[in-house]
């Protein structure tokens, strides 16, 4: 475990690396099985992909002009050496194999790229675009990060995902035969679950060894299903002091060596109806060190040593 209340990314990538490594986040173009009409087109209640992926309210430019902008931002702003393309916006592996190579392929072109990382559904992955993924192992650090959200099979049909928390499972083990580091998404304050129910899901993914994770607390963006349910009074978000107890507990479940990617929300305020406090992210964060820092507590302290 780290020096630190919780495992940071940016920790765990400067051990890796030895220097400040920066992400950087693009839309390479792909859709959503939620979205298309495959599944459904409504998508999740609580989605717009423009509240939280960058590349998807500016004109569409190429992967190549977006990984080329987003090294000079992580240079001048953050003093980043080295890098890792996000392949952010959607679903990262819902196209045929050549035109996902053609698309991953581009990273190749870059000498301070150090890693790659796919964000995804678990159920738009077999095992032929996991050989993909774990091809660019030899040469990159290499992530799939899975959109779970929750365990509770109840949520998923609320919350309009179209997945199971089965199909979870079969993703993580399909990943878990490679050289590829996992990364699930959970949304906590999601609709009609307890705090107990939230907690299950920190338990579930700590029996599974789950590499890293991405907390947000759910928020109600514009033009979203969750937005007319928060209108009709059917939907309540979280308070701040309510969300940074529940994901200090969070944390306290998951294993020491599992890295935290994310532990709140972006939100552009052009989008964000509620909860307000979304927009302050370092009041966030450092609410949640100070709970820890209270409690005497820190990652991993209830984490079940079977995990």
């Known amino acids: 475990m780290a020096k630190e209340k919780y495992y940071k990314f940016s920790e765990y990538l400067k051990e890796r690396f030895g220097c400040r490594v920066h992400k950087v986040s693009i839309d390479a173009g792909f859709s959503c099985p939620n979205k298309d009409g495959k599944l459904s087109k409504d998508g999740c209640i609580y989605c717009d992909n423009r509240a939280f992926s960058p590349n998807t309210r500016t004109p569409k430019t190429s992967i190549e002009t977006q990984i080329e902008s987003g090294i000079k931002i992580g240079r001048e702003r953050y003093g980043a050496e080295k890098f890792i393309v996000y392949f952010q916006a959607y679903s990262n592996t819902y196209a045929p194999l050549d035109i996902l190579k053609e698309r991953y392929d581009v990273v190749r072109k870059f000498k301070d790229i150090v890693g790659i990382s796919i964000g995804t559904r678990p159920d ?80 579930a993914l700590a029996h599974l060894k789950i590499d890293g994770v991405k907390i947000h607390p759910l928020h109600i963006v514009k033009g979203t299903k969750l937005e007319e349910l928060f209108k009709k009074g059917k939907y309540k978000p979280l308070e701040l002091d309510e969300y940074v107890n529940i994901a200090t507990e969070f944390l306290e479940y998951l294993p020491s060596t599992t890295v935290i990617q994310r532990l709140t929300a972006d939100c552009p305020k052009e989008f964000l109806v509620a909860p307000l406090w979304i927009l302050e992210k370092n009041k966030v964060l450092n609410l949640i060190e100070k709970k820890l820092a209270e409690k005497g507590t820190h990652q991993g302290i209830l984490c079940p040593a079977k995990a």
């Open 124 to 203: 738009c992955v077999d095992e032929k675009i996991l050989d993909l993924i774990d091809s660019y192992s030899k040469d990159y650090e290499t992530w799939i990060e899975y959109g779970l959200q929750s365990i509770h099979d109840k949520t998923l049909k609320l919350i309009n995902r179209h997945h199971t928390y089965e199909d979870f499972l079969k993703a993580v083990e399909l990943a878990k035969k490679r050289n590829i580091k996992i990364c699930a998404h959970i949304i906590i304050g999601l609709p009609n679950e307890t705090k107990e129910e939230m907690l299950e899901t920190a338990k």
